[in-house]
């Protein structure tokens, strides 16, 4: 069965400090991974693609990692900031399949 | 540009009521998506449009009918509501022809069945 599994559930930072959230998936075959940043109260925001061939990609302080070879990614934020404070959610794409989706990862950004 | 929209915000409802969610999309794209969000759980797809014209179910359609008006429309109808439909509903739009389509996602209507 096509799963996602992300971690942790949660996550309570300081703001300034780095974060990894990670992901790990058994969809076959793969098309590509995006990682989501669900604000409370609002809808999902692409954040980054990962495809097969991509091992890091970077979209300002958010930096992505993909190894498909162990169906793991990362997604690395950097000095974060308060307005981080949101949900995470890993989806897996597969062929024309719905979409799979992660229960995603709480983080919350403190001063 | 809106993106995409979706009304109403919020809704009660008893059990047995009916009622229709309306999607809207700006953006000209071919494909739209109807999911649901469960406390502890990924979203989960209950129906799609590939194109207008077109309409498939996805994972969890009982209990669900959609309507795709035109490219623009896309509603989602419950017809005899139940407590197991209490969520948060999400519409997304994307273009299907890209072999890797980006979601668009509207604000949610947060459902209570009571």
């Known amino acids: 069965k096509n799963q996602v599994e992300q971690s942790p559930q949660s996550l309570i930072i300081l703001e300034g400090k780095n974060c990894t959230l990670q992901c790990n998936y058994t969809v076959s075959p793969f098309s590509n991974l995006r990682w989501y940043k669900q604000d409370t109260g609002r809808g999902p925001v692409s954040l980054t693609i990962m495809t097969f061939s991509e091992n890091t990609k970077s979209n300002g302080r958010y930096t992505a990692t993909l190894d498909a070879d162990t169906k793991q990614s990362s997604l690395h934020i950097t000095a974060s900031q308060l307005s981080d404070s949101a949900s995470y959610i890993c989806?897996?794409?597969?062929?024309?399949?719905?979409?799979?989706f992660g229960k995603g990862t709480r983080l919350s950004v403190i001063a | 540009n809106a993106g995409v929209t979706q009304t109403p915000k919020f809704q009660v409802l008893k059990t047995g009521q009916s009622m229709t969610l309306q999607c809207a999309q700006d953006?000209?794209?071919?494909?739209m998506y109807w999911y649901r969000q469960d406390p502890g759980m990924g979203l989960r797809l209950i129906y799609y449009?590939?194109?207008?014209?077109?309409?498939d179910k996805g994972e969890v359609p009982n209990g669900y009918n959609v309507s795709r008006l035109n490219k623009r429309e896309f509603s989602l109808r419950l017809e005899s509501a139940a407590p197991s439909q209490t969520s948060v509903y999400f519409c997304?739009?994307?273009?299907?022809?890209?072999?890797?389509?980006?979601?668009?996602f509207g604000p949610g209507t947060r459902l209570t069945v009571l």
């Open positions: 989806v897996v794409r597969s062929g024309n399949t719905p979409l799979v």
């Open positions: 449009s590939a194109s207008e014209g077109t309409t």
């Open positions: 953006m000209n794209h071919n494909s």
């Open positions: 997304a739009s994307g273009e299907g022809y890209d072999p890797h389509p980006t979601l668009f």
